[in-house]
Nanobody, 121 residues
């Protein structure tokens, strides 16, 4: 089994910053792509940023230039540094990761439980 545990969410004023962390634990042979998604009330879950095992990154247009995704492979952890936050960034943020539990199995995507980010105007 694999668990993803997010931390770092909270309440921040517009223009502020937050750093989210997501640590993977359990039976892990390799961690492939990792990413952050968000879901605001009444909206569909959307990709915020993703990072491959080789550290290539991808960002949603809405956060480009304000958000940086990074990973520490030694700690099985992915980070999301968010700056210049806006009220429209308010959402529950979820991390996910494609994990191969052993060399005999293909990668499977796991999700964290989510962390609330609220940006006040």
């Amino acid at each position: 089994q694999v668990q993803l545990v997010e931390s770092g969410g909270g309440l921040v004023q517009a223009g502020g910053s937050l750093r989210l962390s997501c640590a993977a634990s359990g039976t892990i042979f390799s961690l492939n792509a990792m990413g952050w998604y968000r879901q605001a009330p009444g909206k569909q879950r959307e990709l915020v940023a993703a990072i491959t095992s080789g550290s290539s990154t991808k960002y949603a247009d809405s956060v480009m230039g304000r958000v940086t995704i990074s990973r520490d492979n030694a700690k099985n952890t992915v980070y999301l540094q968010m700056n210049s936050l806006k009220p429209e960034d308010t959402a529950v943020y979820y991390c996910n990761a494609a994990v191969r539990p052993t060399r005999d199995y293909a990668a499977y995507t796991y999700w964290g439980q989510g962390t609330q980010v609220t940006v006040s105007s």
